[in-house]
């Protein structure tokens, strides 16, 4: 029996042994480079690097704030259990990743990764690189959707009133503020971009106001758990949560009505107008393309509904929670209440409803909520497509990514005063500030305004 044994011990020896060998040779670049020591600590870095990748997902500020203080605002790199994150504070580094050409440094495959559309938006076959073929939200939303707010913004008023009207005219315990700001924030997006008939869609805005928090549960789950299980309980989830596929189809027939429409205009027939971003979407994404675009055809009714699920996705989600912490803000500071109701009741909203611009005080109020309550704790996230090197001689595989310290940099002393603190008017014009019945009571806001970042 020994006999028969042996020949299999000593092959699986000479398995293990030539199996290090192999091992070694791969590490021997660096031990040449590093020396012995480091490869003798190889193991116990490589747990010790696991170990805080992990870390990251419970302590993620505490984490970003320690590489931010310990780099001086400089360069510095953190992981997650699944991405190499390499951050630069610098704002000319900042330029530099923010003007690299898009099929080097990609938010589009940053974007990517992050939600997972292939299991959280209906199977939305992602494109890694933005504008291969044109560009249509960035014309929809930075110019055709906000030339449009003097149209929208007074209908949200009024339904808005009726939402909240109805959500505590009902018997039992009162609302969260989180149901009464998803309903009203997902039917100012579902006015927007689909019209009333879908606004008034009891069924499909149901599905509207669930959809961003399942992409985000989604996605996470996609993302954190290896990858064959991840993928798995990714079509499991899918399944299970409807909210994706009830707006997917509920919208895919009216975005092929409103394709065919406009093929029959050009013949010449007359046809409904309509005026939501779905139409504007659908426009501009069968003008013209730009020099740069590698696909000059049309978008199809599938990829219409895809951009607009992405585009609801983050409206109602960074709306939703925007609104939530200024909310919450001004329960914790109801000095501000007197001035910023007097402001609102004036003639300055009916201009600012118009136009949407104006409110200043408002608008302050809004960007100091934003300043001490940042939505992400890391923010330009971009994804290497190709090897990229920053001027400061950081070079990024492709894979890796780059991002910036939003809010360490956000309560950095340097840039602001007082930078934990709350100082709703902080934001205002010195002159506009001085125009308030009690300005003094917000002197300490002027005082910080004087130290912020250009």
């Keep these: ?44 870095r490589a747990v010790k690097d696991h170990i805080s990748a992990y870390r990251f997902l419970i302590d993620a500020p505490g984490i970003i ?57 209906h199977r939305f076959d992602w494109p890694d690189v933005r504008g291969f073929d044109g560009t249509p939200l960035i014309r929809t939303v930075r110019s055709l959707l906000r030339n449009d707010l ?61 959809f961003a928090f399942k992409t985000i549960l989604i996605s996470e789950a996609v993302r954190l758990l290896p990858g064959v299980i991840g993928r798995a309980v990714g079509r499991l989830m899918e399944a299970q949560f409807s909210a994706q596929h009830v707006i997917f189809n509920a919208l895919l027939p009216v975005a092929q009505q409103r394709i065919d429409e406009q093929k029959l205009a050009r013949s010449g027939h007359t046809v409904p107008e309509h005026r939501d971003v779905l139409q504007w979407v659908m426009e501009q994404s069968s003008r013209l393309r730009p020099w740069t675009a590698d696909v000059t055809t049309p978008w199809t009714a599938e990829r219409v509904v895809h951009e607009l699920m992405a585009l609801l ?13 200024a909310i919450r803000d001004i329960c914790m500071h109801p000095e501000y209440v007197e001035p910023l109701r007097k402001e609102i009741e004036g003639p300055a909203y009916q201009a600012w409803e118009a136009t949407g611009d104006g409110l200043p005080f408002l608008d302050s109020f809004l960007k100091e ?8 704790n890391l923010s330009t996230r971009r994804k290497a497509l190709r090897p990229f090197t920053l001027s400061n001689g ?21 840039h602001w005063a007082d930078p934990l603190e709350f100082h709703g008017f902080r934001h205002v014009d010195p002159k506009t500030l001085a125009s308030l019945e009690n300005p003094d009571a917000f ?12």
């Design 1 to 44: 029996m020994l006999s028969l044994l042996a020949p299999r011990a000593e092959a699986l020896i000479l398995f293990l042994f030539g199996s290090s060998i192999l091992g070694f040779s791969g590490l021997l670049p660096h031990v040449k480079k590093y020396g012995l020591l480091w490869y003798l600590l190889y193991p116990y």
């Design 65 to 121: 704030q320690e590489g931010y203080d310990a780099a001086e605002g400089g360069y510095f790199v953190i992981n997650d259990p699944d991405i190499n994150y390499h951050v630069v504070a610098d704002k000319k580094l900042m330029r530099e990743i923010d003007h690299a050409p898009k099929d080097v440094l990609s938010l589009q495959a940053a974007a990517k990764a992050m939600l997972q559309p292939m299991y959280s938006m």
């Design 150 to 210: 003097g149209f929208i913004l007074p209908k949200t008023r009024v339904t808005n009133s009726a939402i909240i009207d109805d959500l505590f005219s009902k018997p039992g315990k009162q609302p969260h503020v989180t149901t009464v700001v998803r309903a009203c924030i997902s039917h100012i997006n579902a006015l927007a971009f689909f019209g009333e008939e879908f606004a008034s869609n009891k069924e499909f805005m149901t599905a509207v106001e669930d």
């Design 313 to 325: 996705f983050g409206a109602v989600h960074s709306m939703g929670m925007a609104t939530t912490f």
């Design 369 to 376: 909520s934003a300043r001490i309550n940042p939505l992400d």
């Design 394 to 414: 950081v070079h990024v595989e492709v894979g890796d990514w780059l991002a910036t310290p939003l809010m360490p940099m956000l309560r950095d002393a340097k």
């Design 443 to 454: 002197i300490h806001a002027q005082a910080a305004s004087m130290h912020q970042p250009g």
